[in-house]
Structures are given as structure tokens and as C-alpha cells.
């Protein structure tokens, strides 16, 4: 199951947008954001310190991302656009995933990272389905691709679109470190959605759905 969908879903089955990546949660009726799914969720933005490593994204100004062995996260080179307030937005998105992958793998969604990277909502939903993963003796592992990766900018918001295939991710067993490996499905392939609003110089993931089994993202 896609990381974005396993940081939204408790026990909806998995019927389409729902909080995070793929179609967003309503706006919060303040008028202020016109983008599908933006809300706020009243919190302060959280921050990290910047590190001189460079990120996923290549931004040497972004916080340092060092995956686990053996888990990759693998984003096409073809989503970025020319445009630069759109190709920003996709490189923080691209730091995002990136935190979350470092999150699941490591069983520790309370690094800074994942702070920058997922507020309001978002923050709490990742904080929450993280830690009940590693109660459930798991940690992700393998590779995650993000492609088809479309910007949709509003006035104070922007919703990143995207699939994601786990058809190479898979579950390591804590106790044993014994990797889950299970057949290959239409399971394996999500469609998805994040709203994402710029605090303090990095567009940040504040709300977030995802649809599994979109056979549109199969490939």
C-alpha cells in the first residue's frame, strides 16, 4: 500500500481521495484558498535547521534525507516543468515523500524532517499511522516511485497530483527483519493528492488523499 495512503486510511477501505494526496478534504469556508482539498489546520508551521547536505531535490538548503539501506524512493525527471514557483513546489514535494519513506523505514516520524515537511493534518495523520506501523512490529522497506506529477497553483495553496507504484516496497518484520514480499497487484499502484502551502521559504504537505488500485497509475 502507497505511504500516502497507509498515512491516511484507517478504516476506509480504499475508495478514492480521501485526506492527503489524492483529492483533498474541502476547504475550510474562509475563502482564502482555492484549491480542492486545502484546509487549515490551526497549528503553527513546525521547522528544522537546514543542513548543507543536499536533499533529495538536490536543494543544498534542504534538510539532509539519508534513507535507510535498502529503501530508495524514485522520482521522474520528466514531472519538473520550466516553470520555477511550479518546479519549486515539485522539489519540496519531492523532499516530502522523501521524509515520509524515512519515517516508515525507520519507524520515527517525529524527526524534524517529517515536521517541516507535513503539517496540520498531514503532520498529524503521518505522526499517527507511523507509530501504529511500528506498533504493529513494521518498517518499510524497497523502492517507491512518484510519477505523473502535475502543479495546480492557487492563490495561497497548490495541489501536487501524482502516482506512486510499490510494486518493489514491501514490509521488514522488526523482530526478525525478515522482508514481507507479496505478489504483485493492481494494489500496488495509487493515485494521489497533496496540498501544499509555502511557510517560512518551503512549501510544506498540509492535507493529503490517495486512491489504491487506480489502474490509471499501473504501469
Same mark, same amino acid.
Given at each position: 500500500?502507497?505511504?500516502?495512503?497507509?498515512?491516511?486510511?484507517?478504516?476506509?477501505?480504499?475508495?478514492?481521495?480521501? *485526506? *492527503?494526496?489524492?483529492?483533498?478534504?474541502? $476547504? @475550510?469556508?474562509?475563502?482564502? +484558498?482555492?484549491?480542492?482539498?486545502?484546509?487549515?489546520?490551526?497549528?503553527? %508551521?513546525?521547522?528544522?535547521? =537546514?543542513?548543507?547536505?543536499?536533499?533529495?531535490?538536490? $536543494?543544498?538548503?534542504?534538510?539532509? &534525507?539519508? &534513507? %535507510?539501506?535498502?529503501?530508495?524512493?524514485? &522520482?521522474?525527471? $520528466? @514531472?519538473?516543468?520550466?516553470?520555477?514557483?511550479?518546479?519549486?513546489? &515539485?522539489? @519540496?514535494?519531492?523532499?516530502? !515523500?522523501?521524509?515520509?519513506? *524515512?519515517?516508515?523505514?525507520?519507524?520515527? =516520524?517525529?524527526?524534524?524532517?517529517?515536521?517541516?515537511?507535513?503539517?496540520?493534518?498531514?503532520?498529524?495523520?503521518?505522526?499517527?499511522?507511523?507509530?501504529?506501523?511500528?506498533?504493529?512490529?513494521? *518498517?518499510?522497506?524497497?523502492?517507491?516511485?512518484?510519477?505523473? +506529477? +502535475?502543479?495546480?497553483?492557487?492563490?495561497?495553496?497548490?495541489?501536487?497530483?501524482?502516482?506512486?507504484?510499490? +510494486?518493489?516496497?514491501?514490509?521488514?518484520? !522488526?523482530?526478525?527483519?525478515?522482508?514481507?514480499?507479496?505478489? %504483485?497487484?493492481?494494489?500496488?499502484?495509487?493515485?494521489?493528492?497533496?496540498?501544499?502551502?509555502?511557510?517560512?521559504?518551503?512549501?510544506?504537505?498540509?492535507?493529503?488523499?490517495?486512491?489504491?488500485?487506480?489502474?490509471?497509475?499501473?504501469?
Amino acid at each position: 500500500m502507497s505511504l500516502f495512503m497507509r498515512g491516511v486510511i484507517a478504516t476506509v477501505a480504499v475508495s478514492g481521495l480521501v *485526506l *492527503l494526496s489524492a483529492c483533498g478534504g474541502g $476547504d @475550510d469556508g474562509s475563502g482564502k +484558498r482555492d484549491i480542492e482539498g486545502a484546509k487549515d489546520g490551526g497549528g503553527k %508551521p513546525a521547522s528544522a535547521s =537546514p543542513s548543507a547536505s543536499a536533499s533529495a531535490s538536490g $536543494d543544498p538548503g534542504a534538510p539532509k &534525507l539519508d &534513507l %535507510p539501506e535498502g529503501v530508495h524512493v524514485v &522520482l521522474d525527471g $520528466d @514531472d519538473m516543468t520550466g516553470d520555477p514557483e511550479k518546479d519549486e513546489i &515539485l522539489r @519540496d514535494h519531492a523532499d516530502a !515523500v522523501n521524509a515520509m519513506a *524515512l519515517a516508515y523505514s525507520t519507524g520515527k =516520524p517525529d524527526v524534524p524532517v517529517v515536521h517541516t515537511y507535513f503539517q496540520d493534518d498531514a503532520g498529524k495523520q503521518v505522526q499517527s499511522r507511523v507509530k501504529e506501523y511500528r506498533a504493529e512490529g513494521k *518498517l518499510g522497506t524497497g523502492t517507491y516511485r512518484y510519477y505523473d +506529477r +502535475r502543479v495546480t497553483v492557487g492563490k495561497e495553496a497548490a495541489a501536487v497530483t501524482f502516482c506512486e507504484s510499490q +510494486r518493489d516496497a514491501f514490509a521488514k518484520m !522488526v523482530d526478525t527483519g525478515k522482508v514481507v514480499h507479496t505478489k %504483485p497487484s493492481k494494489s500496488d499502484f495509487t493515485s494521489g493528492k497533496a496540498i501544499m502551502e509555502k511557510r517560512g521559504g518551503t512549501w510544506v504537505v498540509i492535507s493529503m488523499a490517495g486512491k489504491g488500485g487506480d489502474e490509471e497509475c499501473a504501469r
